[in-house]
C-alpha cells in the first residue's frame, strides 16, 4: 500500500484544515487507517483512527470533538477534518495503515505502511 497524505498549510487559530489520504495498491478497505502527529522535538503521537468499514473511530483526547477522521472505500482515501485549530495543533501529520490490529488500539509502532507527512502550521 502506498498512501500519499496532501493538505496541510498555514492557518490561523480557530480555522480548519481538511487532511486527505490517498492510498494506491492493495485492497483499501482491509486496513485500520490512522493520522499521527509529529512536532518539533516530540515523538509521534496518535491522532485518530478508523475501522475498516468506517463505522467506528477513535481520537486522542487533544483533538477529541475538533477532529473528525472519515473515510471513502470506493476513492481509497482517508480524511482528517481538523476545525477550531489550535497552535499546539502545528505538527507533521502522517496517514498510517495497518492490516491487523484493531482501530482503538494502534500504536505507531505498528503500523505497517506510512505516507509522507504533510505540515500543519497553526499561527496565533
Known amino acids: 500500500v502506498q498512501l500519499q497524505a496532501s493538505g496541510g498549510g498555514l492557518v490561523q487559530a480557530g480555522g480548519s484544515l481538511r487532511l486527505s489520504c490517498a492510498a494506491s495498491?492493495?485492497?483499501?478497505?482491509?486496513?485500520?487507517m490512522g493520522w499521527f502527529r509529529q512536532a518539533p522535538g516530540k515523538e509521534r503521537e496518535f491522532v485518530a483512527s478508523?475501522?475498516?468499514?468506517?463505522?467506528?473511530?477513535y481520537y486522542s483526547d487533544p483533538v477529541k470533538g475538533r477532529f473528525t477522521i472519515r473515510r471513502d472505500n470506493a476513492k481509497n482515501t482517508v480524511y482528517l477534518q481538523m476545525d477550531s485549530l489550535k497552535p499546539e495543533d502545528t505538527a507533521v501529520y502522517y496517514c498510517?495503515?495497518?492490516?491487523?490490529?484493531?482501530?482503538?488500539?494502534?500504536?505507531?509502532?505498528?503500523?505497517?505502511?506510512w505516507g509522507k507527512g504533510t505540515q500543519v502550521t497553526v499561527s496565533s
Open positions: 498510517a495503515a495497518v492490516l491487523n490490529g484493531a482501530p482503538q488500539w494502534i500504536v505507531a509502532a505498528t503500523m505497517d505502511y
Open positions: 495498491g492493495r485492497a483499501f478497505s482491509n486496513y485500520v
Open positions: 478508523i475501522s475498516r468499514s468506517g463505522g467506528n473511530s
